[in-house]
């Protein structure tokens, strides 16, 4: 059974940072290209941050950009997002997506995790 779990969400004081984890049954990310989305209550879902599936480059959206970074650890089958500098407009539901084999064309998500930053 394919399986993704996020992790690592809270509440976080504003400049505060996080770690977001994606963790992987049934499949191995090496072979899959994944991403981090987020979604606030009224607002559309946005795109992150990305990391490929054969030479790991990445890119992220300009509002995350400096602030945000992506990776992933083979040996743990995890994708992590690193979050730093949080801003009180990073508040949202955290999900991650990843395409490949067995997660074809909308892909394979997790529940989510949420991250709250307020003071």
């Known amino acids: 059974q394919v399986q993704l779990v996020e992790s690592g969400g809270g509440l976080v004081q504003p400049g505060g940072s996080l770690r977001l984890s994606c963790a992987a049954s049934g499949f191995t990310f090496s072979g899959y290209a994944t991403s981090w989305y987020r979604q606030a209550p009224g607002k559309e879902r946005e795109k992150v941050a990305f990391i490929s599936s054969t030479d790991s480059s990445t890119n992220y959206a300009d509002s995350v950009k400096g602030r945000f970074t992506i990776s992933r650890d083979n040996a743990k089958n995890t994708v992590f997002l690193h979050m730093n500098s949080l801003k009180p407009e990073d508040t949202a539901v955290y999900y991650c997506?990843?395409?490949?084999?067995?997660?074809?064309?909308?892909?394979?998500w997790g529940q989510g995790t949420q991250v709250t930053v307020s003071s």
């Open positions: 997506n990843t395409k490949g084999p067995r997660c074809p064309k909308y892909g394979c």
